[in-house]
């Protein structure tokens, strides 16, 4: 489950600010002046979009907000200005350009669909001295913030030059750059730590169409490469998301259960990975949150944002469904290793047949876990328990076996295996612990050598399999 309750890292957002303004109504007839539809505008939202959606989705997961930007002397700006004030973020960093008109786009919605939008903003690069005034504002915010996010929505704040001092300033003072990249030309995101460019976006960097996987997997890794990435992230709508690291590409899948619209999901992937990735978790762990994030989002209408508690609940309700995500092969698991082991985390593995799961299991797999931070779950087959116990084991089969083992909460992996003993998966995984139950003691544990040190955990007296099987055969009740 998500442990980022009650965080309030420090982050930093510059970028495109504009506001956003909704006209809700319901058409129902056509003009008599011309062939349009006539829009009887019900209610108006006025909201923070563009990199103030990023705000936005930074405050509700409890952010403290630094916002740097560039916008006009216009009523838009003054209206703007208010609402980052009002919603609590510092905006020491705003700098305002006379000639500049602050971006505003209204949009008319009718029974829950965008009929027209309509803008009125500036395109143009800022100015070179509101550039250098807001250098010189976010370099003193890179000093005390924890993060910095950098959402271009190519309306001319993140220039070349600026963008590459902020990723520098930020390198300076040992803090990741996250980047939400517009356009076709990334060389101004170079030696960034992350960028996250949709599916279309990332194809025209690249200068190829993503209809498959394979393709997404080559063009992250192109980007990573040549923008010097520490990690390049493809948003993928509804097959989820793509991580390209210098291990090589994994696939996560989409959490959204439901869709009702998109708007906005792009901020709030950066925002989500900004937030965990400021809260010292690991790339996994900030992809999984803002894989949850982005679900909650677009099960909303409008350009909405996601609450921890909203996150946790959404991951409770379809903890199950994922369940199969955490049974791998041997070939995914030992990737994955070195993932978890790049990441500075301990891993610990155990193995068994866990044949009709019971209480001693569940305590073994839990002082197990408690022996590192990740816990992989080597499963004997079918094949494996008959070899051990006879033809007439197991009772369960190893589908449901696995099943059963990737809902535990602090089961991390499951990786199912043939051998009479896993020796072939402790010699892939390399855990930093081994653990086996207290009648190892004095005996030889197979696959010690690879492994950092050995834990024996005691079992919990009169819980087997072998017993659960023996009461059932005689009838017996607890």
Known sequence: MITLKNQSPKVLVVGDLMIDVYLWGHAGRVSPEAPVLVVDVDKTNTVLGGAGNVINNLLALGSQVFVGGVIGDDQTAIELNDMLIASGANTTALITQKSRKTSKKTRVMASHQQI????????????????????????????????????????????????????????????????????????????ATLITPNRKEAGEAVGATLGTIEAVKEAGEKLRKTLALEYAIITLSEAGMMIC?????????????????????????????GFALACSKTIDEAAHFANIAAAVVVSKLGSATATIDEAIAYEFRHSINQSANKVLSLREMAHEAERVRASGRKIVFTNGCFDLLHRGHIEYLQKSRAEGDVLIVGLNSDKSVKALKGE????????????????????????????????????AIRPDVLTKGADYANKEVVGREFAGRVALIDFVDGRSTTSTISKIAKDQVC
């Open 116 to 191: 027209v939008r309509f803008d009125s903003e500036s395109r143009e690069p800022i100015e070179s001295q509101s550039e250098t005034k807001l250098k010189e504002a976010v370099s003193d915010l890179l000093a005390i913030v924890d993060i910095c996010l950098l959402s271009d929505y190519g309306k001319g704040v993140l220039t070349p030059t600026l963008t590459q001092y902020i990723i520098n300033e930020a390198k300076r003072h040992n803090k990741k750059v996250l980047i939400d990249p517009k356009g076709s030309d990334y060389s101004k995101y170079k030696n």
């Open 245 to 273: 690291d210098q291990f090589g590409s994994t696939h996560i899948p989409t959490q959204a259960r439901e869709v009702y619209d998109v708007t906005g999901a792009g901020d709030t992937v950066l925002s989500s990975l």
């Open 392 to 427: 007439s084991r197991p009772i369960v089969c190893q589908e449901d076996r696995a099943f059963m083992l990737a809902t535990l909460g602090f089961v991390d992996f499951v990786v199912l295996f043939d051998d009479l003993t896993p020796i072939e998966l402790v010699r």
